[in-house]
Nanobody, 123 residues
């Protein structure tokens, strides 16, 4: 059974950091990514990484503050979030693609999704 399990979310003050993790089980994946969704808003692309880790992609709102990485030996992808802002508050979802996405930022390219982890940034 394929599962993606996120962890590492929580409550943090503005300017703080969190490290999100997503552990995959059941199979290995090609690209992996992070998306987020705030109440009343559409799901937003945050970051994605290729199988080798050689290519990374970021949404404009997080460039320079967030870093995505992966450890294929652990079948895990990470999202280091720094300089957090209140507008980063959302549920963060891990996503995994079985084949290389044509567009890493497009959620429909991903086959599996985690249950989400809440990130709340207080001002």
């Amino acid at each position: 059974q394929v599962q993606l399990v996120e962890s590492g979310g929580g409550l943090v003050q503005a300017g703080g950091s969190l490290r999100l993790s997503c552990a995959a089980s059941g199979r290995t994946f090609n690209a992996m990514g992070w998306f987020r969704q705030a109440p009343g808003k559409e799901r937003e692309f945050v970051a994605a990484i290729s199988w080798s880790g050689g290519r990374t992609y970021y949404g404009d709102s997080v460039k320079g503050r967030f870093t995505i990485s992966r450890d294929n030996s652990k079948n895990t992808v990470y999202l280091q979030t720094n300089s957090l802002k209140p507008e980063d508050t959302a549920v963060y979802y891990c996503a995994a693609a079985s084949t290389p996405p044509a567009y890493y930022y497009w959620p429909y390219q991903y086959d599996y999704w985690g249950q989400g982890t809440q990130v709340t940034v207080s001002s």
